[in-house]
């Protein structure tokens, strides 16, 4: 007798949830005219987005200048030629430089694949509103290079890249390491300033 209790009990269950669970046909599709509402308030919604990201100057879409990049780091590393030099790549930008992805539009540079050397020309075409964080990032960055001063046959480049320049110029930044056995950095300072004209 408990058994055939406990069966119709389980079955009355089971027959409550499944009722639960269970809907009617008009009550879980949108009827059309729902939908094409629903679809037209969207489209509206994305419109009213889109100008609203046009007027508040939102930059995610802004161009980038490769060719202006390009020429501000020849005319740097023709005064501060970068031996053996490695490209600045995505890798070297997180890990290395630590900087925030997010507000680079483009970016060009070499850093030196020497041991003994520590020359680096960077630049950057930064997000609108944003060159200032990139040049605090890029001054951690110098300052973590500068602060290496635990080996003795390093001292010549760490007083290289204690003395790194960092400009920026609207918005474009420039980092600049002048080699060990590299120009003076005044050299260095007119090339930067001629390039960011």
Same mark, same amino acid.
Request: net charge negative; proline share 2%; hydrophobic share 40%.
């Given at each position: 007798?408990?058994?055939?209790?406990?069966?119709?009990?389980?079955?009355?269950?089971? &027959?409550?949830?499944?009722?639960?669970?269970?809907?009617? /046909?008009?009550?879980? &599709?949108?009827?059309?005219?729902? /939908?094409?509402?629903?679809?037209?308030?969207?489209?509206?919604?994305?419109?009213?987005?889109?100008?609203?990201?046009?007027?508040?100057?939102?930059?995610? /879409?802004?161009?980038?200048?490769?060719?202006?990049?390009?020429?501000?780091?020849?005319?740097?590393?023709?005064?501060?030629?970068?031996?053996?030099?490695?490209?600045?790549?995505?890798?070297?930008?997180?890990?290395?430089?630590?900087?925030?992805?997010?507000?680079?539009?483009?970016?060009?540079?070499?850093?030196?694949?020497?041991?003994?050397?520590? /020359?680096?020309?960077?630049?950057?075409?930064?997000?609108?509103?944003? &060159?200032?964080?990139?040049?605090?990032?890029?001054?951690?960055?110098?300052?973590?290079?500068?602060?290496?001063?635990?080996?003795?046959?390093?001292?010549?480049?760490?007083?290289?890249?204690?003395?790194?320049?960092?400009?920026?110029?609207?918005?474009?930044?420039?980092?600049?390491?002048?080699?060990?056995?590299?120009?003076?950095?005044?050299?260095?300072?007119?090339?930067?300033?001629?390039?960011?004209?």
């Amino acid at each position: 007798m408990k058994r055939l209790i406990c069966t119709v009990c389980a079955l009355s269950l089971c &027959a409550a949830l499944l009722a639960g669970c269970g809907g009617d /046909a008009s009550s879980s &599709a949108p009827s059309s005219s729902s /939908a094409a509402t629903s679809s037209s308030e969207a489209a509206d919604s994305t419109a009213s987005e889109d100008s609203t990201t046009a007027e508040s100057g939102d930059t995610s /879409a802004e161009t980038a200048d490769t060719a202006r990049l390009d020429a501000i780091v020849a005319a740097i590393e023709a005064v501060n030629p970068v031996e053996n030099p490695r490209a600045i790549d995505d890798n070297t930008l997180t890990y290395d430089m630590y900087l925030t992805t997010d507000n680079i539009v483009a970016y060009k540079g070499d850093v030196t694949n020497n041991q003994s050397d520590c /020359a680096l020309v960077f630049a950057a075409q930064v997000k609108e509103g944003t &060159a200032d964080q990139v040049v605090e990032e890029l001054t951690a960055y110098r300052d973590g290079l500068a602060s290496n001063d635990m080996y003795v046959e390093f001292a010549d480049k760490v007083a290289k890249s204690a003395d790194a320049r960092i400009v920026s110029s609207g918005n474009f930044v420039v980092m600049v390491i002048a080699g060990v056995n590299g120009p003076d950095y005044a050299e260095i300072d007119t090339a930067i300033e001629s390039a960011l004209a």
